[in-house]
Structure formats: C-alpha cells, structure tokens
C-alpha cells in the first residue's frame, strides 16, 4: 500500500531546527510546502496555501504571536490538524495549546521516530 503523502506547514524559528525537521519529515515522504519562523508568517500562510493537511508548529516563536496564539487565529478559519512541537511542557503551556484542538504535542529534541508516530497517529481514521 502506497504510503499517504501529506503536505505540511512547518513553523520553526530556530534555522538549524527547521533544516533537521524538513528532513524528519521528508525522510518520512511528506512533503514541507513551506517553512516560517514567526507567528504571523504562520497565520498568513496557513490560510493562504493551499491543501495544507498538517500544521507542525513550534510555541516559541521570532515575534510577537507564539504559536498557539498563531493557531488560535488560525483555528477561525481553518481546521488544519496541528502538532505542536516545543521546549515548553509545563502545565500552563500545554493547557493553552489543548484550548486549539491539538493531534500531538512533542517534546524537543524531536526525534524522526516521535514525529512519525503523531503525524501517523493525527490521521489515523
């Protein structure tokens, strides 16, 4: 059965984070349509590209908006699968990214076999 290639959002403000994570999932034949470092950027372009199936979204951002800040913007018009991927796991983080309906929230350092298990498991039917 041929595997089911998703087209991905990557939101990642750390340069070296974002050229290992697009290989991550690359590795795992989904493809990265594109690849912003702030929350704005990520608000702006999950609304305009399309066919976008899954948001990979870090929580610390470059600018003003993290990045459940960015979904819950995003969540009024779309509703994109998210994962969100971060440094941050205390409680209050990890209660405000369940408030935008989240498939995985994973810890750093990410590991290609973590992030092939929650982009799996965000679409399982």
Do not use: W
């Not at 870090?58 to 908006?65: N, P, Q, S, V």
């Amino acid at each position: 059965m041929e595997k089911d290639t998703k087209k991905i959002l990557l939101v990642e403000d750390d340069g070296v984070q974002q050229v290992i994570m697009e290989r991550f999932i690359n590795k795992l034949g989904h493809t990265v349509l594109a690849t912003v470092s702030e929350g704005v950027a990520a608000v702006e372009s999950a609304l305009k590209l399309k066919g976008v199936d899954l948001i990979i979204m870090d929580i610390k951002l470059g600018d003003e908006l993290d990045g459940i800040d960015a979904m819950k913007e995003i969540r009024k018009k779309s509703d994109v699968k998210v994962i969100y991927i971060t440094g941050n796991t205390d409680e209050i983080t990890k209660n405000r990214a369940s408030e935008t309906k989240h498939e995985a929230f994973i810890p750093k350092p990410i590991t290609p076999e973590n992030l092939e298990r929650a982009i799996s498991e965000a679409f399982k039917t």
